[in-house]
């Protein structure tokens, strides 16, 4: 018997709730948990080279940082976790829930095709899980700075503390795809280059962050983007360090450093409006929620 952590956009083993979960189950029944991901040809064949370049690599990181025992299936979802899930008898399958529409419509698949076996959805991709959030008559935001004040009054969780010794099963894969050559300069990818970029930009680079972010002759944007769409570190682990920075900002009277904090946590908060206006309104992937005048 055994669980399953079937990563998605979160392709790292800290502050990952549905991993723990996973973990915990498992090891409550003696059994092994199997770490899936799922190359989902439609996908593959819709990204370019860099995209699939990055994801490559991160897959390549995330199968050292569980000691060789990623397995990857290289079909649609609704057939090869149900596929893997019957392979190992699993109990359960355990996920950080998709909030875009696609992600939203695969699950459903995947949990219909998997019966009797439970999809088991635990955190997500956000601090703030994209609906969650109201205006005071009960509608989803639409504009962006009342959005971030209840997101700030909201709050969200400490990060998840990293799962230790995880009985990781071992399985046969069909191994990480070979991406197509690509020239475009990459950042290193996988939770540990995640890390490493984010505390090197917490050290050097946000104390000045508030103005010199403004500057095109200076490099001193965290490069972060990459790292937080393919889930190698989680929003709340960041926001976690800028509150330290915060704190320390206060207790020194630092008015930039306090400046910089807030000015990043903002950016964060527009990532998150995002999502919370594509998880109430999905047509807007492809149109504009306001009228456009020519």
Request: aromatic share 8%; net charge positive; proline share 8%.
């Amino acid at each position: 018997m055994a669980t399953i952590c079937w990563f998605r956009r979160d392709l790292r083993l800290a502050d990952h709730p549905a991993l723990v979960a996973a973990t915990a189950q498992a090891r409550a029944h003696g059994d092994e948990v199997v770490a899936l991901y799922v190359v989902d040809p439609a996908l593959w064949r819709s990204s370019g080279a860099p995209r699939l370049a990055y994801l490559a690599a991160s897959l390549r990181a995330l199968d050292d940082a569980t000691g060789g025992r990623l397995v990857v299936r290289h079909a649609r979802a609704e057939q090869a976790v149900p596929d893997v899930a019957r392979a190992v008898g699993a109990s359960s399958v355990h996920v950080s829930a998709a909030t875009e529409p696609y992600g939203r419509r695969r699950d459903d698949a995947v949990e219909a095709a998997l019966g009797a076996v439970p999809l088991v959805r635990t955190g997500c991709p956000y601090a703030v899980a994209p609906g969650r959030l109201r205006t005071g008559q009960g509608t989803p935001y639409q504009v962006f700075t009342p959005f971030r004040t209840a997101w700030l009054d909201h709050g969200w969780h400490a990060p998840a503390p990293r799962p230790r010794a995880v009985p990781w099963a071992t399985l046969a894969s069909d191994g990480v795809p070979d991406a197509p050559p690509t020239a475009a300069a990459l950042p290193r990818a996988g939770e540990q280059a995640a890390r490493e970029r984010w505390h090197t930009f917490l050290r050097a680079d946000l104390a000045g962050y508030d103005v010199d972010r403004n500057r095109p002759d200076l490099d001193v944007t965290s490069w972060m983007s990459a790292h937080l769409k393919h889930g190698e570190i989680h929003p709340r682990t960041m926001l976690a360090d800028l509150a330290a920075a915060g704190a320390a900002a206060a207790r020194d009277g630092d008015g930039a450093l306090a400046a910089s904090v807030a000015t990043y946590r903002s950016e964060l908060a527009w990532r998150e409006f995002h999502a919370d206006v594509l998880w109430h309104r999905p047509d807007a992937a492809q149109r504009s929620l306001r009228p456009v005048v020519p």
